[in-house]
C-alpha cells in the first residue's frame, strides 16, 4: 500500500507564513503529479497548487504569488511555502499524490490521499 502523511499546519497571525510538508512511502514504483488541496469550513475542497515529476506547477488564482509548491523526488515529498497568510487561507490542508505501486508487477495510476493538516489564520 501507500501511505501519505501531511505535517506543519498550526496557528498562525495574518501575513505569516507556513510551511507544509507531505511524504508519501510504501511500494512506490513512481510516483508522479503531487497536490495540495484545502477545505473550509462549509465549503468544498478545492485545489492549491499541483507540481508534476518533472517541477512544473500551477496554483489556484487566490494563492499565486503567496504560496510556493516543490519537491523532492529523491525524499517522495512535496512542500507548500504559504507566505502573506489572510484568514480565508484557513482550512484543511490534504495532501495528494498519484503513484503507480509495485506489486510483482507495474499497477496503473491511483491517486492516494493524506488525512489532512489543520491551518488556521487568526485576523
Known amino acids: 500500500q501507500v501511505q501519505v502523511v501531511e505535517s506543519g499546519g498550526g496557528l498562525v497571525q495574518a501575513g505569516g507564513s507556513l510551511r507544509l510538508s507531505c511524504a508519501a512511502s510504501g511500494s512506490i514504483y513512481s510516483l508522479h503529479d503531487m497536490g495540495w488541496h484545502r477545505q473550509a469550513p462549509g465549503k468544498q475542497r478545492e485545489l492549491v497548487a499541483i507540481?508534476?515529476?518533472?517541477?512544473?506547477?500551477n496554483y489556484a488564482d487566490s494563492v499565486e504569488g503567496r504560496f510556493t509548491i516543490s519537491r523532492d523526488n529523491a525524499k517522495n515529498t512535496v512542500y507548500l511555502q504559504m507566505n502573506s497568510l489572510k484568514p480565508e487561507d484557513t482550512g484543511v490542508y490534504y495532501c495528494s499524490a498519484d503513484v503507480r505501486r509495485w506489486a510483482g508487477s507495474v499497477l496503473p495510476l491511483s491517486q492516494y490521499w493524506g488525512r489532512g493538516t489543520q491551518v488556521t489564520v487568526s485576523s
Open positions: 507540481i508534476t515529476r518533472d517541477g512544473s506547477t
